[in-house]
């Protein structure tokens, strides 16, 4: 199985795959998502360490039963020869109907078939109220490439 664009990466291919990454996760399915990853990949989210698909079909399995209305918005930081890193920001609501916004970068290695063999993420958490969210689903066609936007909250 290959997972085009594949390293080395130009600008161009690791934005591809940055969008293509979001593209996926936006879906919030699980087993979609987790075919990206090499079968031994190896992962650090937050304080959590998992190993293989199967361990991030069930990861990402639970987090979308808790993140509800989950949307995500990646951007393209650097990358090198085979690795690329990427700030994001999501939003969701949990049960109670509580809004938060998630911040983060992660760094990622990618396997010659193009598949991710590591993933690492650092992640913190804002609460916010529902007027202030400002990512409403996947990211239209004519925002692509658009940076996130800053400062913070």
Do not use: H
């Amino acid at each position: 199985m290959t997972r085009p664009p594949v390293p080395p990466f130009d600008e161009a291919a690791a934005r591809a795959k940055v969008q293509a990454a979001e593209d996926a996760w936006n879906t919030r399915d699980p087993a979609l998502v987790a075919r990206a990853y090499t079968p031994d990949s190896l992962w650090r989210n937050r304080d959590r360490f998992l190993r293989g698909r199967a361990e991030i079909e069930a990861f990402l399995t639970a987090k979308w039963e808790r993140e509800l209305d989950y949307a995500l918005r990646k951007e393209l930081w650097s990358f090198g020869e085979d690795r690329i890193a990427v700030r994001f920001q999501y939003e969701c609501r949990d049960a109670s109907g509580r809004w938060w916004r998630s911040y983060g970068n992660e760094l990622w290695e990618f396997a010659p078939d193009g598949l991710m063999r590591r993933r690492e993420a650092s992640i913190n958490d804002l609460r916010i109220s529902a007027g202030d969210r400002r990512i409403l689903g996947p990211r239209p066609q004519e925002e692509r490439g658009a940076p996130l936007p800053w400062p913070g909250p």
